[in-house]
């Protein structure tokens, strides 16, 4: 076995759900430098957008690219979709879905936040009940999974009561969207956001929003951002054919044709989730023989990133952590408010015999 101590420092599989495990054909894309208005450059966005519209499974859905990370992308489609005159709906069970609420309120958009906790599910009854104490609401956010946890929230509950009660469905599928099947048009979806860096196994620096095309059309263009401004970046894409306004994440883009051609070789969104699950079955195995048990309860548990509960007795996050390091994976700390957890992605260009790796390495590393 190599000498940990000589694994340099950014050569760690990354178990964190965004950024990410890449792989080295995704990151030698990137090793030239190309023009931001050059034809064949705007062509390959051109090639990424249909290709994202594929993956969305309809062609009723435009893609639409836009510069940063992934909450740059939600404030970019709160503040150009939720206009003035309407209010917003959050159902929150995490950080992801608490902070839609804090862009409306810098944003001035008028919203109510129903909070489930970050142990609770928004399934059909939290949607009816957010209906019931905030009548107004024209639109209506969830987020899949909540990578606070790693619940995955049951759209296919939850997208039926919004449909039906005449509000627009704006889904946060950041962590999930090209690793778990989504059915946008069978679910109603109207706006789904993700981003590079997630299942699809890009490497950071924009998202993207899915938006059915008659949503954008009939969006009143009075955006709250010049940067983040979604209707005047798809015009501008429309128009220019693939010319993004301002400087484009040029290697970025590169990085994530091939990570998607990557997930077509795969086999597609089907199964990449099938290796996802693999991993996360693998990851929740290896740790129970250590007595190391998930928050989430494994219907609700999404294949993207496991949240475990710390041991009982004396546990040393930053020792494992460091022991981890040096052995070559990174893991999260823990974002659950109301309980002491540890987390570990299972995304990325990760594979089940890596997680038995890493299972080793924790039984190694036993502090506790
Ligand atoms: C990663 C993620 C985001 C965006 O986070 P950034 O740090 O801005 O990229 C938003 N929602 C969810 C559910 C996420 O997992």
């Not at 401004?229 to 484009?248: H, I």
Request: glycine share 10%; net charge negative.
């Amino acid at each position: 076995m190599m000498n940990p101590d000589l694994v340099p420092d950014n050569d760690y599989l990354l178990l964190t759900p965004g950024p990410l495990s890449t792989s080295k054909r995704v990151r030698a894309a990137m090793l030239q430098d190309w023009c931001t208005w050059d034809d064949s450059y705007n062509q390959l966005t051109q090639q990424v957008r249909s290709r994202l519209v594929e993956l969305a499974g309809s062609d009723e859905y435009v893609a639409v690219p836009m510069q940063g990370s992934g909450s740059f992308v939600v404030e970019s489609l709160l503040g150009s979709v939720v206009g003035p005159d309407h209010a917003l709906l959050v159902l929150a069970n995490g950080a992801y879905g608490r902070r839609i609420g804090q862009i409306c309120q810098v944003l001035g958009i008028s919203h109510h936040m129903v909070d489930v906790g970050d142990v609770g599910v928004v399934d059909a009854e939290v949607a009816h009940r957010g209906l019931a104490e905030f009548p107004q609401a024209t639109h209506v956010a969830v987020v899949h999974c909540e990578t606070t946890t790693g619940v995955l929230n049951p759209l296919d509950e939850v997208a039926p009561v919004v449909t039906a009660s005449g509000r627009k469905l704006l889904v946060d599928a950041m962590s999930s969207f090209g690793g778990v099947p989504i059915d946008l048009a069978g679910l109603g979806i109207d706006h789904l956001v993700s981003s590079a860096n997630k299942c699809i196994q890009g490497v950071p620096g924009f998202g993207f929003v899915l938006s059915r095309r008659t949503e954008l059309e009939q969006v009143q263009h009075a955006p709250r951002s010049l940067a983040l401004d979604l209707v005047g970046q798809w015009r501008a894409m429309e128009q220019g054919e693939g010319k993004w306004r301002f400087t484009s994440p040029t290697h970025v883009v590169h990085a994530f044709a091939e990570a998607l051609t990557e997930l077509a070789e795969e086999g597609g969104v089907e199964a990449r989730h099938d290796r996802l699950a693999r991993n996360q079955v693998t990851l929740v195995e290896g740790l129970a023989a250590l007595g190391l048990h998930p928050v989430v309860e494994r219907r609700f548990q999404s294949p993207v990133i496991t949240a475990f509960r710390y041991p009982e007795g004396p546990f040393d996050f930053a020792a494992l952590y460091q022991g981890l390091k040096r052995e070559g994976f990174v893991i999260y700390p823990g974002k659950v408010s109301q309980l002491v957890t540890f987390r570990v992605g299972t995304i990325g260009d990760v594979q089940p015999a890596d997680i038995d790796r890493l299972c080793a390495a924790f039984a190694r590393l036993r502090h506790w």
